[in-house]
């Protein structure tokens, strides 16, 4: 049973470009999170995708964004990319929100270096 | 807003050694509290968890209590190995199941030498 899977693994961007990062969830699952984990740091969550919609955002500007696709899998796109974005990012997968013991299954992580 | 302040490492102890990372909270309420682990070239993982005052999570002889009072949930372990090298995260949540956000601490690096 593969595990949440994302890619690419890593990548290297110059400043005002855009990426786009995929997760594939946990078999079973359909709730995909993500989160940034700066070096040093703890990962901070940015949002939250449940039925191809945007359900929950933390405090991250409009160039994050995001998309879930009818196989639950995700996209996390950056635009206009600032030297502050390079970090891990994230991507945790769970059931159906509302189940009482839900846990989140975290993915390795992209890590993205802008340069 | 909500924060969880961790015991800075990085922590190096010697095999069967006890482990303490301590872990404060500040929050609106009463969250659920967590330990995730992180190990070298892996994702996240949920090593322990509690949900409302005075319980005690505990796996893989790790354990912690939360601590209304003090709003704290210490991890520990009795005696430490080289395969609990890691980076040890503690976090928060509001919110049922999976739909919670999670809060996390910034890590704490430890080493275990045989």
């Known amino acids: 049973d593969a595990g949440v899977t994302q890619s690419p693994t890593h990548l290297i961007k110059t400043r005002g470009q855009q990426v786009t990062l995929r997760c594939s969830p946990k078999?079973?699952?359909?709730?995909v999170s993500w989160y940034q984990q700066a070096l040093g740091q703890g990962p901070q969550f940015i949002f939250q995708?449940?039925?191809?919609?945007?359900?929950q955002r933390g405090n991250f500007p409009d160039r994050f964004s995001g998309h879930q696709f009818p196989n639950y899998s995700s996209e996390l796109n950056v635009n206009a990319l600032l030297l502050g974005d390079s970090a891990l990012y994230l991507c945790?997968?769970?059931?159906?929100?509302?189940?009482?013991?839900?846990?989140?299954?975290f993915g390795e992580g992209s890590r993205l270096t802008v340069l | 807003g909500n924060s969880v302040t961790q015991m800075e490492g990085p922590v190096t102890l010697s095999e069967e050694a006890f482990l303490t990372i301590n872990c404060t909270y500040t929050?609106?309420?009463?969250?659920?509290l967590f330990w995730y682990v992180q190990y070298p070239g892996e994702g996240l993982q949920l090593l322990l968890k509690?949900?409302?005052?005075?319980d005690k999570g505990s796996n893989k002889g790790f354990e912690a209590t939360y601590r209304k009072e003090t709003t704290s949930f210490h991890l520990e372990k009795g005696s430490v190995q080289v395969s609990d090298s890691a980076v040890y995260f503690c976090?928060?949540?509001f919110g049922r199941g999976s739909a919670r956000q999670l809060t996390f601490g910034s890590g704490t690096q430890l080493t275990v030498l045989p």
């Open positions: 078999s079973g699952h359909d709730t």
């Open positions: 995708y449940y039925e191809e919609e945007e359900r």
């Open positions: 509690a949900t409302k005052a005075d």
């Open positions: 945790a997968s769970s059931r159906t929100p509302t189940r009482r013991t839900g846990e989140l299954f």
């Open positions: 929050a609106t309420g009463y969250p659920s």
């Open positions: 976090a928060l949540s």
